[in-house]
């Protein structure tokens, strides 16, 4: 017992976590994150002959990158991506303050969060493969827009089609872009919305100038966890674009299939630096905010 003691606080002391156990984390962190992640970067930097990875220094798979006309890929991937975000964050910060603010029901919220929590115990595919049903020739939307006359004939852009595609994507990225703007909203102090009542300021105004600015850093890791996963999801654009909308993760899958690993480790590469690059980018705009707002 007192071994068992004596090894747990050398990880843990009173003042905080040790130099150890910090050390340990990282190292194990540095094996499961970091190093697939270098063997990526490796592997797109070799070549490929007969099927076997050949042991020499080469920019071949990313030459290959570049002439097999990705760019366009890349554009459809990025433009997805940007207009499911910005719906999500038209849908998600009034429903996130309503959810932190306008409510003070406990079971209303506890329901709430639940409902949102809940689809996360469903598989992806499960949830996606619904909407097949929904936007399909015979499905309800058709059947209801030629019940009313609005239409002659189904509509074959429902489904298999771009459209598909950002409908599909809106349900399973929704949660993420909630969550980070729920809690930081509910961090907002009620003192400082009733100080902005009292001096007469409109609900507008109270949200663009007191809500809004607070929100940054929810607003900020929404955006991480729903646009930046959303370049890397092969399964909404597979099953409802019907092999007609390609995006760069199912560029990476159909690479892998024929058994071209360095340019798949290329572009894995390229999708990397991109979210990587998106990330910066936000937390530069985010800390000049802060950083104007504080000053």
């Known amino acids: ?14 003042s905080g976590v040790s130099p150890l156990g910090v050390s340990a984390v990282l190292g194990a962190w540095m094996l499961i994150v970091i190093l697939p992640l270098l063997g990526l970067v490796l592997w797109s930097f070799l070549k490929l002959e007969n099927f076997q990875l050949v042991w020499e220094p080469t920019l071949q798979a990313y030459r290959d ?25 038209a849908l998600a910060v009034p429903f996130a303050v309503w959810l932190a603010k306008g409510t003070r029901s406990v ?17 992806l595919s499960a949830r996606t493969i619904v909407w097949r049903a929904v936007l399909g020739l015979n499905g309800p939307i058709n059947s209801a827009l030629m019940s009313l ?14 459209f598909a595609v950002i409908v599909g994507l809106i349900g399973p990225y929704f949660p993420p872009m909630v969550f980070p703007l729920y809690l930081a909203v509910t961090l907002i102090g009620d003192e400082l919305l009733a100080a902005s009542k009292d001096l007469g300021a409109s609900p507008a105004f109270t ?8 929100a940054l850093p ?18 909404v654009p597979e099953l409802l674009g019907g092999g007609q909308v390609v995006v760069l993760a ?20 390229f999708m990397l630096a991109i979210m990587v690059g998106l990330a910066a980018i936000l937390t530069l705009v985010l800390r000049g905010r802060v950083r104007r707002q504080s000053t």
């Open 218 to 235: 929810g607003l900020g890791a929404g955006f991480i966890f729903t646009f930046i996963p959303m370049i890397g999801d092969p399964v």
């Open 1 to 14: 017992m007192a071994t068992a003691s004596g090894t747990f606080t050398r990880f843990i002391s009173p």
């Open 65 to 89: 990158l570049l002439s097999s006309g990705r760019w366009e890929v890349t554009v459809r991937t990025l433009r997805i991506a940007a207009i499911v975000t910005l719906i999500e964050l």
């Open 149 to 162: 006359g609005l239409i002659d004939q189904p509509l074959d852009w429902l489904l298999f089609s771009e």
């Open 250 to 269: 199912s560029s990476v899958k159909s690479l892998l299939q024929v058994l071209n690993y360095t340019v798949a480790a290329a572009l894995s590469v």
């Open 107 to 123: 079971p209303v919220k506890v329901i709430t969060l639940a409902a949102l929590t809940i689809p996360f115990f469903l598989s």
């Open 207 to 214: 949200f663009r100038h007191v809500i809004l600015p607070l």
